[in-house]
């Protein structure tokens, strides 16, 4: 007889409303119902199982939490008082590895537990402040004190240097506190030591033994190829990075259509210089046959959309002004062309500065002005005046056949006197889409005035009459 045990629910209407009933039972092949009662039906037999159970779970689960060692202590300075983040390590005696790890709170205390199979455990405490100590322990559950001596750490000095060159795509990036010294006073100086820029005598600039097409300060052309007065004029400490854009290509409508190998230069100045008013001042003084001076006054603004830098500077110490004030990339030079010329001593073989008796005065006035949608504008107003002196002298001897000498003295001596003014103002629009220039130089003058003193030759002759 096949059986099928199954719950049976019945349910008896009584004017009581009471429950349904659930009973037990099996169910024989012919269908009838063999009502079957549960061994644990009844309340006594219900409270067997739920002891059975216990006995059977409750001694497991004593056994692994015995098996489990605990480790919990604090951590108190010689004040008794909690000393918190500290680090606080457990590790295996043989090979020192960290098994447990905790950091003490706020009053000290620390918790670690563990359930390997070591005999012996070493338990340590460091941190920046507190010296290590070490404790071994036995693997059990217990509770350490510690008291520790906080005590402030002498730091080793150390420096910090970032990299001095670092390029990223067409853009090589010099870092100027990493060239610069106590020696270098202007950003010209600073130029003369980065690797592949050498500032020629005339104060031209070239990248890679090619001169420079643009000079840029923060992105900006304002000095329209006069970057002299720049390099002689900026604080070397105010500029934080010089970068070189190799393949550089000013026109932005060109950028994708035409290739250019030309390198331009870009000063990029420390925060603390944006947006904000510079002045720089220059005092030199000495006797050498005559009182000699050497001075100078610049102030300068560089911002987001405008642009001002403003100098003078005079002397007679032989420094040539005209260097600073020239054009390399622009389209005045502050050039001119004499009507008439002179002879004029030469040269001797050494440094100009050492024979150049000037009285030189330059100034120049330069700003710019960024509008909306890439709009430019420039002002840039040049004056110079300069007087150079030189005076030479010369003696030939001529010797002939029984002692008749011949002898020429000749002194040279001239002075030129040079006074120069120029003006430009120029719109720029640079764009993907159209690319506008318009240059004016309003004021274009060359003045030069040349005095020479004749020179004097003196002969000297003796003849034998035969």
């Known amino acids: 007889m096949n059986r099928l045990i199954l719950h049976k629910i019945y349910c008896v209407v009584t004017t009581a409303n009471q429950p349904c009933k659930q009973k037990k039972g099996i169910i024989t092949d012919d269908g009838s119902f063999i009502s079957q009662t549960h061994p644990f039906s009844s309340a006594k037999s219900i409270r067997n199982c739920i002891f059975l159970l216990f006995a059977v779970l409750i001694p497991g689960l004593f056994e692994a939490a015995y098996s489990q060692t605990v480790i919990e202590g604090r951590i108190l300075n010689q004040k008794q008082q909690p000393v918190p983040n500290v680090n606080v390590s457990l590790m295996r005696m043989a090979d020192s590895t960290i098994v447990a790890f905790d950091l003490s709170n706020n009053t000290g205390e620390f918790f670690i537990s563990y359930d390997g199979e070591e005999k012996e455990l070493l338990l340590m405490i460091y941190n920046f402040n507190v010296p290590r100590q070490f404790k071994k322990l036995m693997n059990q559950s217990q509770t350490v004190l510690f008291t520790v001596s906080e005590e402030a750490i002498q730091l080793q000095e150390f420096t910090l240097k970032s990299e001095k060159i670092w390029g990223t795509g067409d853009t090589v990036n010099y870092i100027v506190d990493a060239f610069r ?215 030939t001897t001529f010797i002939f056949p029984e002692s008749d000498t011949l002898s020429v003295n000749e002194k040279l001596s001239s002075e030129t006197k040079t006074n120069k003014i120029e003006g430009e103002l120029g719109y720029l629009k640079n764009v993907k889409e159209n690319y506008v220039y318009a240059y004016y130089g309003s004021l274009n003058s060359y003045y030069s005035k040349y005095t020479i003193r004749p020179s004097s030759i003196l002969l000297k002759a003796r003849f034998k009459i035969y």
């Open 181 to 395: 010294d106590t020696t270098d006073v202007v950003i010209g100086d600073v130029l003369q030591k980065m690797p592949g820029i050498e500032v020629k005598e005339s104060g031209q600039i070239e990248y890679r033994g090619k001169p420079i097409s643009k000079f840029y300060i923060e992105n900006m052309d304002m000095l329209q190829g006069r970057y002299g007065i720049a390099t002689n004029n900026i604080s070397a400490i105010n500029i934080a990075t010089v970068q070189v854009f190799e393949n550089h290509q000013p026109i932005k409508a060109l950028q994708d259509l035409e290739f250019t190998d030309d390198a331009a230069i870009n000063l990029k100045l420390k925060q603390g210089a944006k947006g904000v008013f510079n002045l720089m001042a220059s005092l030199g003084a000495g006797v050498s046959d005559e009182f000699l001076w050497n001075n100078g006054l610049t102030g300068m603004y560089f911002g987001k959309t405008k642009q001002y830098l403003v100098a003078y500077k005079t002397n007679n110490a032989g420094e040539e002004l005209s260097k600073e004030l020239q054009s390399f990339t622009g389209n005045n030079p502050l050039t001119g062309t004499a009507l008439s010329s002179m002879v004029m001593p030469s040269a001797p073989p050494v440094s100009k500065s050492r024979y150049y008796f000037n009285n030189a005065h330059g100034a120049t006035i330069n700003t710019l002005k960024k509008w909306k949608n890439d709009n430019e504008f420039t002002f840039n107003l040049i004056g110079l005046q300069d007087m150079d002196e030189r005076s030479s002298f010369s003696r």
